[in-house]
């Protein structure tokens, strides 16, 4: 199945929705020209079509391999990344310094959407990288900055992430891989960990690990941990590459989906200890591995829009194709296509409004990151510093929950044939189920929305978006627009009981807490489609007032289906996050007795 990047969904979403052009117009961008994503975001959706949706289906099939120590990935994969490196699209975000082309995150974001549509597991090897990146640029030592930065901006080199281990998962706190002063100033790691991804590949000559691990004199907890770049080969002092370092795959994971990207288990120090070099300070681990995980939970966020997009797309070319019973009022003989059932029809729907709603929130969380790091007065980047903060949990959490809602859908639209691994549907469902789990699991996003950005500022962050949001349900009231049906409404409603059941947690967060975690699941869902249903409206009216989307009654028509069907049920949420604390707590009960 061919994949086709939605270019016009994605700019209305990037200009309107997500508030680019209006913070290019507002000088946050400096003399960054606006015109030029759309020519960028082309490229990208041709070298996707061309070159990594094609091996999607090699990679779920083939997987990869390890022997010796060493992960062969499937076949054409090397190519592809080489090609794909060399073209440029590593370095599209990447810092100008390190031979990057400084374009905003937003744009990358974009185009992590499209590489994760068209081959999730491909594009999650230079999404790690992207969060290496960032971590070495804002917490490295020169010295480290001038060795790895610029292989790693090109692609030349991948990046990879490791924290997990197999005592510490959602508590980071409990790792124990140790690190060592060699007394040179650099440090020898010992331990291991699971879960790596692309912790080993065939891809580039080098890899460059970050690694979390403890000081023997380390407090205990998170307060002990300390972040280590640790080179697959060592580099030497003239740049070429030196001995191959103490770090090694020892295993790799068979798994329910993303065959092609290789999930190791990491072992340093069966040699004398991997030689490591301290990125921030001793025992700040956890401060520079945030600057990588709120990328990279973007990025995942992006992963789940992207791979909705592509089962929508397969979904909706099958129920044009697929012929099954008649139209209802159909006389003659002959099969009407499933696209005419309203139920066919609803589900069609429901996919392609939801990925647009988590699509608007990812790009709107990198508009923020991109303000809080570019403009020049320092309350906007601020204010845009806390919005990125507010964001980030429900990009990550509420867009991938919809990208497994949404390829359900897709297998479901195919029937039997969603079943069979044939169509490529099933795959879609089976590779999106590990993004909620990944990247700090979708409860621990929740419970970071509700402790921490919630609760920062008595909810300030909160209360600035409501009231953004409100004036865009006020145009909505006020379009005259009988195709938004009762969006104004539905929106209204909702912002009502997202913004009571945030006084009810504020008042929770501290004076009962388990009340308020039990309703932390149920309020990031809440916010999630409240945000996403006004985006969609703001984004509809848009489309009519700018007239540079096509036919804006589909977006019309897209925001209403997402209000009418999915923020309507803010009202439930609302209560089930007030009132159903009670139970959940009592439920010990329940497999006790
Ligand atoms: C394919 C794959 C790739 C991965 N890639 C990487 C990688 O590159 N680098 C890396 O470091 N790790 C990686 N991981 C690990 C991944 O980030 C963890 O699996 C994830 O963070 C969850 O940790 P866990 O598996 O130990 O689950 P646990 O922490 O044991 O969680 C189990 C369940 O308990 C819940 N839970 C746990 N603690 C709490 C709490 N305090 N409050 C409420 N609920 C809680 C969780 O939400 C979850 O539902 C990868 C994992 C997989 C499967």
């Avoid at 946050?28 to 999607?56: Q, R, S, W």
């Amino acid at each position: 199945m061919t994949y086709r990047a939605p270019i016009s969904d994605i700019l209305l979403a990037l200009n309107h929705g997500a508030g680019l052009q209006a913070a290019v117009q507002a000088g946050h961008y400096g003399d960054f020209d606006g015109d030029i994503a759309a020519a960028v975001l082309e490229e990208a959706g041709k070298f996707a079509g061309d070159v990594l949706a094609p091996l999607n289906r090699v990679g779920d099939e083939q997987g990869i391999k390890l022997a010796d120590n060493k992960v062969t990935t499937a076949p054409g994969w090397p190519d592809a990344y080489r090609r794909w490196a060399a073209a440029g699209w590593n370095a599209v975000s990447g810092p100008e310094a390190f031979g990057g082309q400084g374009l905003p995150l937003a744009i990358n974001a974009a185009c992590t959407e499209i590489w994760s549509a068209s081959n999730i597991a491909f594009g999650l090897c230079p999404l790690l990288t992207l969060s290496a990146i960032e971590a070495l640029e804002a917490h490295g030592s020169d010295e480290l900055k001038q060795i790895y930065l610029q292989k790693l901006v090109s692609g030349e080199w991948t990046g990879t992430m490791q924290l997990t281990e197999s005592q510490a998962g959602s508590d980071v706190g409990a790792l124990r891989t140790r690190a060592e002063r060699a007394g040179d100033g650099s440090y020898r790691i010992k331990g291991t960990k699971i879960f790596i991804t692309y912790g080993d590949h065939d891809m580039t000559d080098n890899i460059v690990h970050f690694v979390l691990a403890r000081l023997p004199d380390a407090p205990a907890g998170t307060k002990g941990i300390s972040l280590f770049l640790i080179p697959k080969l060592l580099v030497n002092a003239d740049g070429s590459l030196g001995a191959r370092n103490d770090i090694h795959p020892s295993g790799v994971e068979h798994k329910l989906g993303m065959h092609a990207s290789p999930t190791c288990t990491m072992t340093m120090g069966d040699h004398g200890g991997a030689i490591g070099y301290l990125i921030g300070e001793e025992n700040k681990g956890m401060q520079c591995m945030f600057t990588m995980m709120n990328q990279a939970r973007l990025g995942v966020g992006l992963e789940g829009v992207g791979i909705a997009d592509r089962a929508y797309q397969q979904a909706l070319a099958f129920a044009q194709e697929r012929k099954q019973g008649r139209a209802v009022g159909k006389k003659g003989d002959g099969l009407d296509p499933i696209i005419v059932h309203p139920d066919v029809k609803r589900m069609l729907l429901q996919m392609r409004s939801m990925t647009a709603a988590a699509r608007s929130i990812c790009y709107a969380t990198a508009v923020a990151f991109d303000i809080s790091a570019r403009a020049k007065d320092p309350k906007v980047r601020a204010d845009a510093a806390a919005r990125g903060a507010l964001l980030t949990p429900i990009a990550k959490a509420f867009s991938t929950d919809i990208g497994n809602e949404v390829t359900y859908l897709g297998v479901q639209i195919h029937g039997g044939m969603g079943f069979i691994e044939e169509t490529g549907a099933a795959q879609h469902y089976r590779d999106a189920r590990i993004t909620s789990i990944y990247e700090g699991t979708n409860g621990i996003q929740s419970i970071d929305l509700v402790t921490r950005k919630l609760a920062a500022n008595g909810g300030a962050s909160v209360w600035a978006l409501l009231d953004e949001l409100n004036g865009i349900v006020k145009q909505v009231e006020t379009s005259n627009d009988p195709g938004f049906g009762t969006t104004g409404a539905k929106l209204r409603d909702a912002l009502g009981s997202l913004e009571r059941a945030s006084k009810w947690l504020l008042e929770r967060v501290a004076s009962a807490p388990n009340d308020a975690l039990a309703g932390a699941t149920p309020y990031l869902r809440l916010f999630g489609s409240t945000l996403g249903g006004c985006m969609l409206a703001g984004e509809a009216l848009a489309a009519k007032s700018h007239g540079d989307a096509g036919d804006p009654q589909r977006y019309v028509t897209v925001a209403r289906f997402f209000a009418e069907n999915i923020t309507v049920q803010a009202g439930s949420l609302e209560k089930t996050v007030t009132d159903s604390a009670e139970a959940v707590n009592g439920a010990d009960a329940v497999w006790l007795g």
